[in-house]
Nanobody, 116 residues
Framework: QVQLVESGGGLVQAGGSLRLSCTAS????????MGWYRQAPGKQRELVAS???????NYADFVKGRFTISRDNAKTTVYLQMNSLKPEDTGVYYC??????????WGQGTQVTVSS
């Protein structure tokens, strides 16, 4: 099993910044990718950014130039630096890990609220 623990959400004014962290534990061998998704009220969960085992990153168009995904050297913690936040970035942000053994695993989510 894989456990994902997220932190770093909160309330911030538009134009501000937040940094999310997600640490994986448990059976975390053969990680294919880690990433962040978000879900706004009444909307479907959507990809924000991901990083694969080779370090290649992928971003949704709506965060390009504002958000940066990175990871630690052990490749078990992933970060999402969010700058120039907008009210439309408000939502629950979920950490995702894809491994060869267990497929897709999800964290509990952390709330991000951006006030105008």
């Amino acid at each position: 099993q894989v456990q994902l623990v997220e932190s770093g959400g909160g309330l911030v004014q538009a134009g501000g910044s937040l940094r999310l962290s997600c640490t994986a534990s448990g059976s975390i061998s053969s990680i294919k990718s880690m990433g962040w998704y978000r879900q706004a009220p009444g909307k479907q969960r959507e990809l924000v950014a991901s990083i694969n085992s080779g370090g290649i990153t992928n971003y949704a168009d709506f965060v390009k130039g504002r958000f940066t995904i990175s990871r630690d050297n052990a490749k078990t913690t992933v970060y999402l630096q969010m700058n120039s936040l907008k009210p439309e970035d408000t939502g629950v942000y979920y950490c995702n890990l894809v491994s060869l053994r267990f497929g897709s695993s999800w964290g509990q989510g952390t709330q991000v609220t951006v006030s105008s």
